[in-house]
């Protein structure tokens, strides 16, 4: 018996992963990589809060020149997504200690609890946005 009759004529596209094509993201694991994604954001902008703090220090051209570019609205963008990076971030951890306290790993529970974060962490970003243009008259 030689290789030819026992391989078919024609080649079969096989898929490279048995669940790829059927793969959906699931919320939890959509959380688990924002929450990695905004860490990094939150360090990127820690170091523009350094940027905002030392042209301070450094006498009124240096900070105004930093406010400028802040109040623009790439800088008003930029700062609103770190909001909602912090946010989102604390809410996460948030729900990760309740998770270390051995509480809501019931599938109901993950998943009330993932949408809460979303929720919450829109809700506190428009609300310390509406706080500081209230208190601050606009950025």
Known sequence: MDIKTIAPATPQRRPLSPNI???RPQL??????ANRITGVILSVGAVGLV???????????P?????????S??????LFGCTFAFFLHL????????WDTVHGFELRSIYISGWSVVAASIAL????WAA???VGGGL
Do not use: N, P
């Not at 940027?51 to 051209?61: C, R, T």
């Not at 809410?91 to 309740?98: A, D, F, K, P, T």
């Open 91 to 98: 809410c996460g951890g948030i729900r990760h200690l309740v």
């Open 73 to 78: 609205w790439i800088g008003r963008f930029v």
């Open 132 to 134: 500081g243009l209230c």
């Open 21 to 23: 094509q059927h793969y």
């Open 63 to 71: 900070y105004a020149a930093v406010q400028q570019a802040i109040g």
């Open 125 to 128: 970003t428009v609300a310390a």
């Open 51 to 61: 940027i905002w703090l030392s042209a301070a220090a450094a006498g009124a051209e």
């Open 28 to 33: 939890t694991s959509v959380l688990s990589i």
